[in-house]
Every structure is written in C-alpha cells, then in structure tokens.
C-alpha cells in the first residue's frame, strides 16, 4: 500500500475468491483481506474488493452453494469493515 500511495494511487482492487462449501471467509485469507483494508484506512487509500468465484467450474449454481456464496460475501462485509465497496459476481467462463 505504501508504494501503491507513493505511486500517486488513491484507489486500490482486491478480489477475495470463493471456494465451493465456504460460508466464512477462512482465517488466512480474512487476516489479510482485514490487513489490507487498514493499511488502506492508514493511507487514504480507497480499497474496492471483488468477491468472486474461481472459474466456470465453481460457479454457484445450485441454491446451496449460492446461499453459501451469499453468506461468504456477508461475511466478509461483516468482518472487513474497513472496505465500504464491493463488486461481487460469478464468473461463467
């Protein structure tokens, strides 16, 4: 994020990737998504993060993974205050 500022930016994406049978946003990747939204606070960086599926292949498409994509996505809002914005889709490629 320092050299992100330094570089005169004032925007930062990131992408938190859901995985089939997440309901919570798993220790490792909240740390850092949680790691980078304070840095961003810190700096006066705007972070917008993605939330995403992986691939054709994990698309959401039964309504239990999509209920688990939702609650993956309200977690992560839930537990990262520090974003405000979010894009949040699948992907069907």
Not at 36 to 55: E, H, K, P, S, Y
């Given at each position: 994020m320092?050299?992100?500022k330094a570089?005169?930016?004032?925007?930062i994406?990131?992408?938190?990737i859901?995985e089939?049978?997440?309901?919570?946003v798993?220790a490792?990747?909240?740390?850092a998504?949680?790691s980078i939204a304070?840095?961003g606070?810190f700096?006066?960086?705007?972070v917008?993060a993605?939330v995403?599926?992986?691939g054709?292949?994990?698309?959401p498409l039964?309504?239990?993974?999509?209920?688990?994509?939702?609650r993956?996505?309200?977690?992560?809002v839930k537990?990262?205050p520090g974003?405000?914005?979010y894009?949040?889709?699948?992907s069907?490629?």
């Amino acid at each position: 994020m320092q050299l992100a500022k330094a570089a005169g930016f004032d925007t930062i994406r990131i992408t938190a990737i859901w995985e089939p049978g997440q309901s919570a946003v798993p220790a490792d990747q909240l740390q850092a998504l949680q790691s980078i939204a304070a840095a961003g606070d810190f700096l006066g960086i705007r972070v917008v993060a993605t939330v995403m599926n992986f691939g054709s292949r994990t698309t959401p498409l039964t309504a239990t993974s999509r209920s688990q994509f939702a609650r993956f996505a309200a977690d992560m809002v839930k537990r990262v205050p520090g974003i405000r914005e979010y894009i949040v889709g699948t992907s069907r490629t």
